[in-house]
T-cell receptor
Framework: GNSVTQMEGPVTLSEEAFLTINCTYT??????LFWYVQYPGEGLQLLLKATKADDKGSNKGFEATYRKETTSFHLEKGSVQVSDSAVYFCALSGTSYGKLTFGQGTILTVHP | DTGVSQDPRHKITKRGQNVTFRCDPISEHNRLYWYRQTLGQGPEFLTY????????KSRLLSDRFSAERPKGSFSTLEIQRTEQGDSAMYLC??????????????FGSGTRLTVV
């Protein structure tokens, strides 16, 4: 079956540091890949997506590239802010109706 | 468009009691999903509706769980004879028919269930 593995957390960074959160997946066919973010006390928000190999999703300074050869979709940001502190989830959709399989989440804390 | 609404936000219940949660999707969204998220884990798929038809149910959805979407608008998720292991955040999401499902969808803020 489909699965998503995220890097172990939590991740603690200083403001303006470079961020990478690793995500690898196992799936049959050609899934769509997503990063969702969950701020404290809020629901999941779609951060970015990529629907085919070599696509780059980007939003709010975050980027991730769909790498089929390495089955990866790593999240990056060049300069994090305190307001980026949240839980980040990598997910894939391998069905026509959009059923999502999530990773376990990575807690990011950014200090001033 | 007020987003996906879930009610209640929090529910505390005694073991063995029945609980029901409600989800109001974004209007005209014909796809509706339920997920369960336990502490420290990612959400897990429970079930999917297209309009009023329930098209897939996860094996996580035991006989004690039932979901409905009677008129293709709001949905309810009922848990009978709750157990402590049912304590989790229950998330609802919806997406519109014109957008491919592969493009992702909108989640509500969830209902946090605590079984004591």
């Amino acid at each position: 079956g489909n699965s998503v593995t995220q890097m172990e957390g939590p991740v603690t960074l200083s403001e303006e540091a470079f961020l990478t959160i690793n995500c690898t997946y196992t799936a049959t066919g050609y899934p769509s890949l997503f990063w969702y973010v969950q701020y404290p006390g809020e629901g999941l928000q779609l951060l970015l997506k990529a629907t085919k190999a070599d696509d780059k999703g980007s939003n709010k300074g975050f980027e991730a590239t769909y790498r089929k050869e390495t089955t990866s979709f790593h999240l990056e940001k060049g300069s994090v802010q305190v307001s980026d502190s949240a839980v980040y989830f990598c997910a894939l959709s391998g069905t026509s109706y959009g059923k999502l399989t999530f990773g376990q989440g990575t807690i990011l804390t950014v200090h001033p | 468009d007020t987003g996906v609404s879930q009610d209640p936000r929090h529910k505390i219940t005694k073991r063995g009691q029945n609980v029901t949660f409600r989800c109001d999707p974004i209007s005209e969204h014909n796809r509706l999903y339920w997920y369960r998220q336990t502490l420290g884990q990612g959400p897990e798929f429970l079930t999917y509706f297209q309009n009023e038809a329930q098209l897939e149910k996860s094996r996580l959805l035991s006989d004690r769980f039932s979901a409905e979407r009677p008129k293709g608008s709001f949905s309810t998720l009922e848990i009978q004879r709750t157990e402590q292991g049912d304590s989790a955040m229950y998330l609802c999401a919806s997406s519109e028919p014109r957008t491919p499902a592969s493009y992702g969808y909108t989640f509500g803020s969830g209902t946090r269930l605590t079984v004591v």
